[in-house]
């Protein structure tokens, strides 16, 4: 039988990655889109190449392995060069864990914040957000060492997640602390559980 695919997103700060080692804790198979991207953009690989395209050899470190940073300079304030990058990136992100995906017996898990905005939510069997309110979240991300304006300014980058909530099919709250999470993690694999079973 196929694995079982949950799409796990949610805002900066909002306990997402919190839920996903508890998902890996259960036996589940966690990747993390931002080291999918990491594998993309190391010297020769599909990423790198794309990021070369769009922006020209000098986005490169000296060892040939895309500079993050410059990246992110470069399509910060300018909404063409993000989506240029996006509609470069988000389908090789896509193909990679439908590879993985492919070879992972029982669940399979895509942790990915901007899972929805992506449109990958037609390759999940469950949509699953964490959410948080917006000044939790601020003070979640400062108190990690993010500077206030940086949190704030990628926390608008992120938009006000209506998309992402009206896309899930399952919400986790985090306005509490972790014993109530973990609750509602309990809960959410039981879901998970039945779910399989019915397929």
Excluded: C
């Excluded at 990491?38 to 922006?55: H, K, N, Q, S």
């Excluded at 905005?117 to 990690?144: K, P, Q």
């Amino acid at each position: 039988m196929s694995a079982f695919l949950v799409g796990l997103t949610g805002g900066m700060a909002s306990g997402k990655s919190t839920v996903a080692d508890w998902l890996h804790d259960a036996g589940y198979r966690v990747i993390d889109a931002d080291e999918i991207v990491a594998d993309l953009y190391a010297p020769g690989g599909a990423g790198t190449e794309a990021i070369v395209r769009l922006f020209g050899e000098g986005f490169l470190d000296g060892d040939g392995s895309v500079d993050h940073r410059a990246v992110a300079k470069r399509v910060f304030d300018d909404d063409e060069a993000l989506e240029s990058l996006e509609q470069a990136i988000h389908p090789l992100v896509r193909e990679r864990f439908a590879q993985i995906a492919a070879q992972t017996d029982g669940v399979a898990v895509l942790e990915a914040t901007l899972l929805v905005e992506a449109g990958y939510t037609t390759d999940f069997d469950l949509i699953v957000t964490v959410e948080a309110d917006g000044d939790l979240r601020l003070e979640r991300a400062v108190a990690r060492g993010l500077e206030r304006t940086e949190a704030e300014a990628r926390m608008r980058a992120q938009g006000d997640g209506a998309d992402r909530r009206a896309a899930a099919d399952w919400e986790i709250s985090n306005n509490a602390g972790l014993e109530e999470l973990r609750a509602e993690v309990d809960v959410l694999l039981s879901e998970i559980d039945q779910l399989r079973k019915g397929r």
